[in-house]
């Protein structure tokens, strides 16, 4: 089945910081790829997505690209801001029309 | 984008009571809604797959006695807690694909904060 593996948080910068998250995946197929994020005491909200190979989601300076060769989508921003802190979720649809999240990375960054 | 609302937002009941929790898809139809219980600092656990017009088809481990789902129209998906106890405490949050098929985009509620006493 479907699977989604998310590295371990929390993950703790300091304003301005480069910031990776990493997520790889296991699906039948060509899935779509997400990544949500959810402020403290909200749902989640969808932040970017792709939807084939190579393709590049961005949004509000966040970038994930579409890797099938590694089977990845990996989250990255230049500079991290205070307000980016909350937790991260990565997922995907596909094959089955159940979505698959992996298990989120909390964020946290310092001024 | 579209957008999903969850009423309430959040509750305080008595144990052995019964909630009701909407969800509604305000801009677009969707005939399958999921539900998900999140526990603090946790992942979201998945619980039902709500079909409008049919039996809802629940996780494994989750009782569908106690968690009542109804999908009565292409916008409305309600989850009843039925005699709900103090483990039942949780944040439950449901979400709507935008139709696309097998790679839909999940558009999530707000979540509601359950409270039993």
């Known amino acids: 089945g479907n699977s989604v593996t998310q590295m371990e948080g929390p993950v703790t910068l300091s304003e301005e910081a480069f910031l990776t998250i990493n997520c790889t995946y296991t699906?039948?197929?060509?899935?779509?790829l997400f990544w949500y994020v959810q402020y403290p005491g909200e749902g989640l909200q969808l932040l970017l997505k792709a939807t084939k190979a190579d393709d590049k989601g961005s949004n509000k300076g966040f970038e994930a690209t579409y890797r099938k060769e590694t089977t990845s989508f990996h989250l990255e921003k230049g500079s991290v801001q205070v307000s980016d802190s909350a937790v991260y979720f990565c997922a995907l649809t596909g094959g089955s029309y159940i979505p698959t999240f992996g298990r989120g990375t909390s964020l946290i960054v310092h001024p | 984008g579209a957008v999903v609302s969850q009423h309430p937002s959040w509750v305080i009941c008595k144990s052995g009571t019964s909630v009701k929790i909407e969800c509604r898809s305000l801009?677009?139809?969707?005939?399958?809604m999921f539900w998900y219980r999140q526990f603090p600092k946790q992942s979201l656990m998945l619980m039902a797959t709500?079909?409008?017009?049919?039996?809802?088809?629940?996780e494994q481990g989750v009782e569908k006695d106690k968690f009542l789902i109804n999908h009565a129209s292409l916008t409305l998906s309600t989850l009843t807690v039925t005699s709900a106890h103090p483990e039942d405490s949780s944040f439950y949050i449901c979400?709507?694909?935008?139709?696309?098929?097998?790679?839909?985009?999940?558009?999530f509620g707000p979540g509601t904060r359950l409270t039993v006493l």
């Open positions: 709500s079909n409008e017009g049919s039996k809802a088809t629940y």
């Open positions: 699906a039948t197929g060509y899935p779509s």
């Open positions: 979400s709507a694909g935008d139709g696309q098929g097998a790679g839909d985009t999940q558009y």
């Open positions: 801009d677009f139809q969707a005939t399958t």
